[in-house]
């Protein structure tokens, strides 16, 4: 049998006076497409950071593929909350770059960029900045960036949580979209427990911090493709909704009373 794309082993990650996550045991299969949920300052962002190498684990080991894991994790690419374009690059030259970082070939790399442009739905913004982009667009170009070097595992910390409700809607298609006809193994950090369900396999729910472990792993077996504008009206979505929730709500509910507290 292969290994899991990623193997978190006995993960505990402490600060000074304070301890995000204990304790973790959690394996993500190779294609799979994962979500991680939890109350505010549960430590999902900081899982998510230690599997990427961005973050050393105070306690336990990362493997990736069956390797632990040594610094940063050179098979994963990583989408975050806040896009990383530079603002003084085109949309070409961003997409561009982590190719142009790789030592790639200028004229097949240049190619790739412009297929990606076309993939993510931007012809004829090419040779647009950041700022003379819409907040969806910016959002494309995030996506191509992190698949355009076609990493085996895809990090997502909340990429589409400052969107509005249908621009995040149709992003959620478009990555829904790569996944299905790349099959990376996708590992998505969100606050939303309707966006979890809908785009994954499996959502991991977390406690109420501090030393957060996780409170249930939950499989989701709605059918693929999955129709994003009407999926909360299927009454197996509903029922995987009330099974979470039902975990979720009490962590949330113990995450406001220790916020009380302080």
Same mark, same amino acid.
């Given at each position: 049998?292969?290994?899991?794309?990623?193997?978190?082993?006995?993960?505990?990650?402490?600060?000074?006076?304070?301890?995000?996550?204990?304790?973790?045991?959690?394996?993500?299969?190779?294609?799979?497409?994962?979500?991680?949920?939890?109350?505010?300052?549960?430590?999902?962002?900081?899982?998510?950071?230690?599997?990427?190498?961005?973050?050393?684990?105070?306690?336990?080991?990362?493997?990736?593929?069956?390797?632990?894991?040594?610094?940063?994790?050179?098979?994963?690419?990583?989408?975050?909350?806040?896009?990383?374009?530079?603002?003084?690059?085109?949309?070409?030259?961003?997409?561009?770059?982590?190719?142009?970082?790789?030592?790639?070939?200028?004229?097949?790399?240049?190619?790739?960029?412009?297929?990606?442009?076309?993939?993510?739905?931007?012809?004829?913004?090419?040779?647009?900045?950041?700022?003379?982009?819409?907040?969806?667009?910016?959002?494309?170009?995030?996506?191509?960036?992190?698949?355009?070097?076609?990493?085996?595992?895809?990090?997502?910390?909340?990429?589409?949580?400052?969107?509005?409700?249908?621009?995040?809607?149709?992003?959620?298609?478009?990555?829904?979209?790569?996944?299905?006809?790349?099959?990376?193994?996708?590992?998505?950090?969100?606050?939303?427990?309707?966006?979890?369900?809908?785009?994954?396999?499996?959502?991991?729910?977390?406690?109420?911090?501090?030393?957060?472990?996780?409170?249930?792993?939950?499989?989701?077996?709605?059918?693929?493709?999955?129709?994003?504008?009407?999926? =909360?009206?299927?009454?197996?979505?509903?029922?995987?909704?009330?099974?979470?929730?039902?975990?979720?709500?009490?962590?949330?509910? =113990?995450?406001?009373?220790?916020?009380?507290?302080?």
């Amino acid at each position: 049998m292969s290994p899991p794309a990623i193997r978190f082993k006995d993960i505990t990650k402490s600060f000074p006076g304070y301890t995000a996550v204990e304790a973790i045991n959690l394996d993500v299969s190779s294609g799979r497409f994962l979500s991680v949920v939890g109350p505010s300052g549960c430590g999902k962002s900081t899982l998510l950071n230690m599997a990427a190498g961005l973050m050393t684990p105070s306690g336990g080991s990362v493997e990736i593929f069956g390797e632990p894991l040594n610094g940063i994790n050179r098979k994963a690419g990583y989408m975050f909350q806040q896009d990383a374009l530079l603002p003084w690059k085109t949309v070409l030259d961003n997409i561009l770059l982590g190719l142009e970082l790789r030592g790639a070939d200028p004229k097949a790399a240049e190619q790739t960029a412009r297929d990606w442009i076309h993939r993510v739905g931007l012809d004829g913004f090419a040779d647009r900045y950041p700022h003379q982009l819409s907040g969806g667009m910016r959002k494309r170009v995030a996506m191509a960036q992190t698949w355009i070097t076609d990493p085996a595992i895809v990090f997502m910390d909340e990429p589409f949580g400052a969107l509005d409700v249908h621009t995040r809607l149709r992003m959620e298609g478009e990555i829904l979209g790569l996944w299905a006809e790349t099959k990376k193994t996708v590992m998505f950090v969100t606050h939303d427990l309707e966006e979890a369900i809908a785009l994954s396999d499996e959502v991991v729910v977390l406690s109420a911090g501090p030393a957060s472990h996780i409170v249930g792993v939950y499989q989701v077996d709605l059918e693929r493709p999955r129709n994003l504008i009407d999926i =909360k009206t299927d009454p197996r979505f509903t029922e995987i909704y009330g099974s979470i929730w039902r975990d979720l709500r009490e962590e949330v509910l =113990k995450s406001y009373e220790r916020n009380e507290k302080v």
